[in-house]
């Protein structure tokens, strides 16, 4: 199994404050880190997960992934090529390779485009003029399940299940090696829910293609990732096989967050949940020492001063806490 | 179809319908709703998006669109029916004895006012001088949990976090100690820990204010954690009303025990196939005779081509309308 994508220590920030302002204000630095020392691989025909709260900076890592963001270090490496350093006839041809699949599956469709012409864009932007955009147009609805009929339809007569189906083929018009879906599933009732990551595993299972999948529905990432990482302020506070995080979470956080997931049986509530106190700090103002102390069930004394480094057990899963979780 | 025995109810809706003229034609979105919110509970609503959730809450609240049309029904609140009000009297209900929460609180909060400002705003038909009214607000966002609230009146909707603003619009929602409120999915765009911070938050007000909740979501869940009596929609009509215990432990109606099976926090098994409800919602404007979940149900018989189902009360306020209750 090769690797597809490798990550290190990636960095992407954004400038808060104009130049002038900042230089007026004897600002060095007028920046937040939203995606800060991220590192992670994602193997041929696997899904990785991102989970995290909002604000967390899962999108701007995807972003950056895809090579929209500019990135401030670190590298993207690309089956060995790194995306951070690429012309913009590379960029074009690595965007060839890695598709997007949006969050918002209406507002990401032009409304003013029959959905015919817009699984079959990619064809127009990328010069490929030797496809008849018709027949690829039928292939492409057919993957997805969808009628050849609907390729005569706008986005405002789909359905939110329907319109993430037209997501879905979109990403796969260029045949790409990566997927990257940011929430593919939210605000999506349990059943059509179910019917677009069967989707979205067939279509792994049949064409090998790896994905990396942004959510923060905890139900679903066991059921589709091979490896998760949990995202705090812009940084992994845990990454690895997504069995063994399940099983034995180290971090407090990703503990916090998986008592959280409420259950659906009324009997069986408020077991052991570990109930975070407090809002999320700001980007502008992270904390001291762990960035997650101010909120962590399990604080020390030396948790606000000093930073944890990131600690490896067994199996590439690792995390970034002083005093882990004993893994059963 | 007696009322639930025993208590008395904060809301009543009976024999309930609601039709959009649209181009194709009268489209029949809610048909025959029965629903009863006793006085102090907490009632789930769930079903899948399109099976006309947010037309019942626009009927509550009187803010249908201008093309609905209500041909039959009542909607009993506080003994008095709200269809029948004046749009002046409406006025005077909503907001201070009926109020709602709405999913997106970026959206639901004005950008351009401070916080302070669109709290004492919505105190004008309190005869109270302008400190009396900040005292309010202040101590109206103490009782949701935002810390040092005096000083945060001055901020705008945007420095608040997604579980702040949250916070703030229920604190703005139950700033008149309303009768009932209306949750419409307030959590689905926060991660599962903030998602418990306000299930919490709003189990504590309402037995503080002892007013009554009608939650939307469709988070099986969340619902199965927070309310004692849930509401199951198809397709525009009540299928299935009961405790939440009863419901979730022995679900009646077809749709609802397959509902439950799609949940993938259900499913303990790691799966790639996860269940799904194979088929779609029937068309609106042109309904088939008889049930409506007939073309999805694997245990449809030959009478529900014909027959609609009844609403029956199979045990002691568990309310189904399936013709295999009928026939027990």
């Known amino acids: 199994m090769s690797t597809v994508l490798e990550i290190e220590n990636l960095r992407v920030r954004f400038r808060v404050q104009s130049p002038l302002v900042a ?21 041929e025909g696997q899904t990785f997960t991102l989970v995290g709260e909002s604000g967390s900076g899962k999108s701007t890592l995807a972003l ?112 790409p090696k990566l997927i990257i879906a940011d929430e593919p599933t939210a605000g999506l009732d349990v059943s059509v829910q179910g019917e677009i990551l069967n989707l979205l595993n067939k279509l792994q299972d049949d064409l090998g293609v790896s994905m990396f999948v942004i959510t923060h529905n905890l139900n679903i990432v066991r059921h589709i990732s091979d490896r998760t990482a949990i995202m705090y302020l812009g940084r992994f506070a845990e990454q690895g096989p997504t069995d063994d995080i399940f099983a034995n979470p180290r971090h407090p956080y990703t503990l916090a967050l998986l008592s ?63 005093y882990p979780l004993a893994g059963s | 179809m007696s009322a639930l025995p025993t208590t008395e109810n904060v809301l009543t809706i009976r024999d309930l319908s609601i039709e959009y003229t649209t181009d194709r034609g009268v489209l029949k979105a809610i048909r025959n709703v029965n629903l009863d919110i006793p006085k102090g509970s907490i009632v789930g ?25 209500v041909p039959n029904g009542s909607i009993e609140f506080e003994k008095q029916d709200l269809l029948k009000l004046s749009e ?47 005292q309010r607000s202040i101590d109206m966002l103490a009782s949701v949990g935002i810390p040092d609230p005096e000083s945060r009146l001055k901020q705008y909707p945007h420095e608040f976090s997604g579980g702040m ?47 009554s909740i009608l939650f939307i979501s469709h988070h099986l869940g969340v619902i199965a954690e927070l309310c004692e009596h849930v509401v199951v929609m198809y397709a525009g009509e009540v299928v299935e009303q009961g405790t939440t215990k009863d419901v979730f432990r022995n679900p009646t109606h077809p749709y609802t025990a397959k509902l439950l099976e799609c949940d993938p926090a259900r499913i303990a098994q790691k799966t790639r196939l996860l269940p799904t409800i194979p088929g779609e919602i029937p068309d609106l404007v042109s309904l088939p005779p008889g049930c409506v979940y007939k073309n999805r149900c694997d245990k449809a018989m030959e009478i529900c081509d014909s027959k609609t189902p009844s609403w029956t009360d199979f045990k002691d306020g568990h309310f189904v309308s399936c013709h295999l209750v009928e026939a027990t």
């Not at chain 1, 077991?271 to 101010?294: A, Q, W, Y």
């Not at chain 2, 400002?117 to 919505?122: A, E, G, H, P, V």
């Not at chain 2, 916070?167 to 820990?193: F, G, K, V």
């Open chain 1, 64 to 175: 950056a992934v895809a090579g929209i963001l500019p990135v401030a270090d670190g590298s993207i490496k690309f089956n060995g090529d790194d995306v951070t350093k690429m012309n913009s006839q590379d960029l074009m041809d690595y965007r060839k390779q890695v598709s997007m699949m949006w969050q918002n599956p209406v507002g990401s469709l032009s409304p003013r485009m029959s959905v015919g012409g817009l699984i079959t864009e990619a064809y127009k932007i990328h010069g490929l003029k030797d496809r008849d955009r018709e027949v690829e147009a039928s292939r492409l609805l057919q993957m997805v399940g969808l009628p050849k009929h609907f390729s005569e339809r706008y986005p405002h007569q789909l359905s939110g299940g329907q319109a993430r189906r037209v997501g879905v083929a979109r990403a796969l018009a260029l045949s």
């Open chain 1, 260 to 322: 959280a997931n409420p259950e659906p049986d009324p009997e069986t509530i408020n077991k052991d949940r570990i109930e975070l106190k407090g809002e999320v700090p700001s980007l502008m103002n992270r904390p001291r020492g762990c960035e997650f102390h101010t909120r962590c069930p399990y604080v020390q004394e030396n948790c606000k001063e000093q930073k944890p480094a990131k600690k490896q057990s067994s199996d590439n899963h690792s995390y970034n806490c002083h």
């Open chain 2, 165 to 211: 603003q949250q916070r703030i619009s229920i604190a703005m929602a139950l700033q008149a100690e309303p009768s009932l409120l209306i949750a419409d999915e307030p959590t689905t765009a926060l991660d599962a820990t903030l998602e418990v911070q306000i299930i919490n938050l709003l189990k504590e007000l309402q037995s503080k204010m002892n007013c």
């Open chain 1, 23 to 43: 230089l007026l204000k004897r600002n060095e630095d007028p920046y937040i880190d939203a995606v800060r020392q991220v590192s992670f691989k994602i193997e």
């Open chain 2, 88 to 134: 002046d009297d409406m006025r005077k209900i909503r907001g201070a004895r009926l109020s709602i929460v709405f999913q997106d609180p970026m959206s639901s909060l004005n950008p351009v006012l401070s916080i302070g400002r669109q709290m004492t705003d919505i105190q004008y038909r309190d005869k109270k001088t302008m400190s009396q009214k900040r």
């Open chain 2, 45 to 69: 609503v769930i079903g899948e998006s399109g099976c006309g959730k947010s037309t019942l809450i626009s009927s509550i609240i009187r803010l249908l669109a201008p093309n609905a049309n």
